[in-house]
């Protein structure tokens, strides 16, 4: 049962446009929700959260959007760059600080 | 670097076999937290525990246990392998309880064969 879902497995966005990632989730009661960004050989990097009382939060080129109605939340990158190109996991946390990921999107920004 | 530290890097080894993946948090972290990602798969989260004691369980197998001890790194053991235990484990920490933020090791990538 995946809570958690990144549908697109791959995108690919030209240098200096917007780089949109998507994500689903299935439970109502996540109170929490992050990006995190992986490069190859790392571990995962927290890169930006917010409440589910927020519908947007912005950090830089980074915003976050949720729509609790919908069960959606995005995540925009405005412009994005080369050094964007990572693998970036949706996360949505429970009680208890239990984080469930999604399978990632693999964003590649081409010049 | 974020200041969790896995070792070992790399693991191989065969069916039916024991090893033990070792975690150093970050200096002040007592939230330890371990996660596993099989092959495009998602991280699966395993087990947490802060300063010592078991706080959260996920789909961890009952051939899988771990432990915080009370310097605060942890271990993950794994028994009795089975090909389908190949991944990558990661540990993760943090400070306080309740953000989410958690800071990622390197991960250890465990070959079973």
């Known amino acids: 049962d995946q809570q958690v879902k990144q549908n697109s497995p791959s995108l690919s966005v030209q240098e200096g446009r917007i780089s949109i990632l998507n994500c689903d989730y299935t439970?109502?009661?996540?109170?929490?929700f992050l990006w995190y960004k992986k490069y190859p050989a790392e571990g995962p990097t927290f890169l930006i959260s917010?409440?589910?009382?927020?519908d947007k939060n912005e950090d830089g080129r980074f915003t976050v959007f949720l729509n609790k109605s919908a069960k959606h939340l995005s995540l925009h990158i405005v412009p994005s760059q080369p050094g964007d190109s990572a693998v970036y996991f949706c996360a949505a946390k429970e009680m208890a600080d239990k984080l469930i990921f999604g399978t990632g999107t693999r964003l590649q920004v081409f010049p | 670097d974020s200041g969790v530290t896995q070792t070992p890097k790399h693991l191989i080894t065969a069916t039916g076999q024991r090893v033990t993946l070792r975690c150093s948090p970050r200096?002040?972290?007592?939230?330890v937290y371990w996660y596993q990602q099989s092959l495009d798969q998602g991280l699966q989260f395993l087990i947490q525990y802060y300063n010592g004691e078991e706080r959260a369980k996920g789909n961890i197998l009952e051939r899988f246990s771990a432990q915080q001890f009370p310097d605060l790194h942890s271990e993950l053991n794994l028994s009795s392998l089975e090909l389908g235990d190949s991944a990558l484990y990661f540990c993760a920490s943090s400070l306080a309880l309740g953000s989410g933020e958690l800071f990622f090791g390197e991960g250890s990538r465990l070959t079973v064969l």
């Open positions: 439970n109502s009661m996540f109170d929490y």
């Open positions: 200096s002040g972290d007592l939230s």
């Open positions: 917010i409440s589910s009382i927020k």
